[in-house]
């Protein structure tokens, strides 16, 4: 001890006595000249923020001091900003070291080390000396205050050394935001799914029960009651629409099943490939013993003026329309609305739709005379989606999703479309034997000499649209001759003419 006391440099001992002056207890040891502040005059719990800046600004004068004398003293300014936030080091001995004399009770308990003011103790210089000494963790130290100032200290601590090893928040935030990660997206897709055929789906329907039995047939008798009304308003030259939850083609049927004075004309208005102009045409033939010709509203007024006529051999006719708001049926609201209009035919009509009525315009309205009732029934649509597309096993487009597609298109596709359309519709009426099939070059002639395309370039980028959608398809030939057709009847494509 003598010989370390009386090595230590005038520089160092004056340099020490200095910082006693200042106010400072050091606490040092002789492995890495660890050094640690603690300034007793602030050791209160209430510490205005200026003497914490002061004692900072001490803390920075005495690293940089230590700087340049040595490099074994950096780390004061760190262990000061430690001191500061209730944090100390514990000096514990090893074994078989002689103990510490001269120091505190708290020294002893906490392992701190404290000196009195002005002079450094003589446990400060032995702990210097002590060559077997080793330092613990960064530990918090109590100091005789509340539980409550402990856990300040600590989240202080951890922000300070959050502080430290990751920067600001804010600049945490950008460097998460432009992290390049993996994106996390499966691999699953619904082409993975199992496959199931229109068989399994109609077997896997019709195995759902029934449930509510009694409560629906209650329903059933209270709107069979209303049969008698509903024909005294047609009687008084009104015709009744139906709205409602739920399947309403069985009662309505059995309604008209009643009416025996005068012949029932049903039109099913959710068949996808209705053609209202057909349907008319064998009113006219078959009903009413008319050659009719032209367009669906000529045939609806051929109809109207049949009936107002004195020499007509029916008086009056039921006309049932189901699903009146279908698709194939929402652009000929204007013909119906002229055969409703008629006081000798009695309309009767259904829709599912909950946007039905923006269909009709004021005319319209004034000439259909509607009497609205409800008619919920809570039946399944069985019928109605019988000619739906339910299988997943299919690769074919219906008429609905053609429509669909269309109505995506620009004017110029859609004429493309309605080209190879007209050609396999007049292939059919001539009952070739050939396969309705347009030949491509034929196809791009005709397109192109109707302003329709430009280039073959604009051709081939239609046709692709088509394909991908599995509207129009094609076959190359052994020759290498290419055809294309619509895979859908005649009947069908009338249809969606019709409708577009």
């Known amino acids: 001890m003598a010989e370390n006391d009386s090595s230590r440099t005038p520089q160092t001992a004056s340099r020490a006595r200095n910082r006693f002056d200042m ?9 890495g000249r660890k050094t640690l502040l603690k300034d007793s005059t602030y050791d209160t719990p209430t510490r205005s923020t200026s003497d914490v800046a002061e004692l900072l600004k001490l803390g920075a004068a005495v690293e940089a001091d230590d700087k340049e004398n040595s490099s074994e003293e950096t ?9 500061i936030y209730g944090f100390q080091r514990r000096v514990v001995r090893k074994r078989g070291a002689s103990s510490l004399r001269g120091r505190s009770t708290r020294g002893r308990r906490g392992g701190t080390v404290k000196a009195s003011r002005g002079r450094p103790s003589k446990d400060a210089e032995n702990e210097d000396d002590d060559d077997d000494e080793e330092e613990e963790p960064l530990v918090p130290t109590n100091n005789g205050s509340s539980s409550d100032e402990a856990d300040g200290a600590d989240s202080a601590y951890a922000e300070h050394l959050d502080f430290a090893q990751t920067g600001p928040t804010y600049e945490r935030y950008f ?11 499966s691999d699953n ?29 209650l329903l059933e008798s209270l709107h069979r009651r209303q049969f008698r009304q509903w024909y005294f308003e047609l009687s008084n030259k009104f015709n009744l629409v139906f709205y409602g939850y739920g399947s309403k083609r069985r009662l309505i049927n059995m309604f008209a099943s009643q009416c025996s004075d005068a012949p029932v004309v049903i039109i099913n208005g959710y068949f996808p490939a209705l053609n209202l102009k057909q349907t008319l045409e064998k009113i006219a033939s078959e009903a009413l013993e008319l050659s009719a010709t032209g367009s669906v509203a000529d045939i609806a007024a051929l109809i109207h003026g049949y009936f107002e006529s004195k020499s007509r051999a029916i008086d009056h006719m039921y006309v049932v329309v189901h699903n009146i708001d279908g698709l194939c049926l929402r652009k000929h609201q204007a013909a119906l609305s002229v055969l409703a209009s008629s006081p000798r035919i009695h309309f009767l009509a259904s829709v599912d739709h909950i946007e039905a009525p923006l269909i009709w315009d004021t005319s319209s309205i004034t000439k259909f005379n509607w009497i609205w009732h409800d008619l919920t029934t809570f039946e399944p ?21 053609v429509l669909h597609v269309l109505a995506s298109l ?71 001759t290419e055809f294309v057709f ?9 249809t969606i003419l019709e409708s577009m």
């Not at 106010?23 to 492995?31: A, I, N, P, V």
């Not at 070739?432 to 980028?461: G, W």
């Not at 619509?486 to 009338?494: G, K, Y």
Request: proline share 5%; net charge neutral.
């Open 23 to 31: 106010g400072l207890t050091l606490t040092t040891t002789r492995q």
């Open 75 to 83: 780390g004061a300014h760190a262990a000061a900003g430690q001191d």
């Open 175 to 185: 460097q998460g935001l432009h992290t390049t990660r993996a994106p996390k997206t």
């Open 189 to 217: 897709t619904l082409s993975k799914l199992p496959t199931q055929s229109l068989s399994e789906t109609h077997a896997i329907l019709k195995s759902v029960p029934l449930k509510h039995k009694h409560e629906l047939q």
């Open 381 to 401: 649509y069985t019928v109605e989606t019988s000619y739906e597309n339910l299988s997943t096993e299919t690769k074919e487009i219906g008429p609905r999703g």
């Open 410 to 480: 620009t004017e110029n596709a859609k004429g493309v479309f309605r080209v190879l359309a007209e050609f396999q519709i007049a292939e059919s009426i001539m009952d070739t034997k050939q396969s309705a099939e347009m030949p491509y070059n034929s196809y791009f002639t005709m397109c192109r000499d109707q302003f329709l395309v430009s280039s073959e370039t604009t051709f081939r980028s239609q046709l692709t649209e088509f394909r991908d959608h599995k509207v129009i398809q094609s076959r190359h030939t052994p020759d290498g």
């Open 486 to 494: 619509i895979p859908l009847p005649s009947s069908t494509l009338e």
